[in-house]
């Protein structure tokens, strides 16, 4: 397993932007895909968006799609996602999450696909 780090979040207003950053620690991070995914208070933790193990190829939620941009740096072991256009509905404690290792040409999405989770990292976006 690899060991995971969010950080970045804070607080904004609508419209804003953030980006966090995922720190990892651990055999083989380039060959895993990376997600991020949030959890609202209440809520069940829902997928963010994903990017491939080699950094080609991405995935996003609908609510992500056009505001929300994912990448990595594997010569960092480091994996971003940049937050634009930012609404109070996006409010969550967000997280960084790793699959196994040698990953290739999928990119999952659901939660029961990734076996190491960072801590996470609060998101509080104002009205």
């Known amino acids: 397993q690899v060991q995971l780090v969010e950080s970045g979040g804070g607080s904004v207003q609508a419209g804003g932007s953030l980006r966090l950053s995922c720190a990892a620690s651990?055999?083989?991070?380039?060959?895993?895909?990376m997600g991020w995914f949030r959890q609202a208070p209440g809520k069940e933790r829902e997928f963010v968006g994903a990017?491939?193990?080699?950094?080609?190829?991405?995935r996003y939620a609908d609510s992500a799609k056009g505001r929300f941009t994912i990448s990595r740096d594997n010569a960092r072991n480091t994996v971003y996602l940049q937050m634009d256009g930012l609404k109070p509905e996006d409010t969550a404690v967000y997280y960084c999450?790793?699959?196994?290792?040698?990953?290739?040409?999928?990119?999952?999405?659901?939660?029961?696909?990734?076996?190491?989770w960072g801590q996470g990292t609060q998101v509080t976006v104002s009205a």
């Open positions: 999450a790793a699959t196994r290792s040698n990953v290739a040409y999928v990119i999952y999405s659901a939660v029961n696909h990734y076996m190491s």
């Open positions: 651990g055999p083989n991070f380039g060959t895993r895909v």
């Open positions: 990017v491939s193990s080699a950094g080609s190829s991405t």
